[in-house]
């Protein structure tokens, strides 16, 4: 049977969320972490005029690289509970969004909470590591946006 192979991905990876027009966003790859998180702001509810419910969330802070701090609304959503890091179960609002690694799409499952104490807007979890056929080397980073551009270079002209 032939299985793809498995790609290396390192501790850290820049990604891409092209539905958010996002590039470049800097990523923590946790094995640890069963979801992927992303960092959001002023998460809320509201009523679209057809009265269904959407999430309305500022994504990153304008502080991050790439973002311009627009309101990005979700008709799709759910809430589920969350096993942080130090094991504290919260309640959080989780959507689906397509990630770019490798210049390949991915749809994954992204919970949604204030990451602003924590040095990376985006969490790449197990879930996606699998989907993807991700292992992970520690001392190495940007090993996808690296690839990326020695692919772009060999295809220069010359």
Known sequence: MNRPLKRLLGRRELVDFPAFELGG???KVDTGAYTSALHCSDIRIETDAGQQPRLV?????P??????GRLLAFSEFALRDIRSSNGEVQERYVIRAIVQLYGQDFEAEFSLSDRSDMKYPVLLGRSLLRQ??????VAR???SAKYLARAAARRAPR
Do not use: K
Not at 57 to 61: E, F, I, K, R, S
Not at 132 to 137: H, P, S, T
């Open 25 to 27: 966003i800097e990523a």
């Open 57 to 61: 969330v500022h994504l990153l802070d």
């Open 63 to 68: 502080g991050h690289a790439g973002t311009d």
């Open 132 to 137: 993807g056929r991700f292992v992970v080397d």
């Open 141 to 143: 980073r940007n090993v």
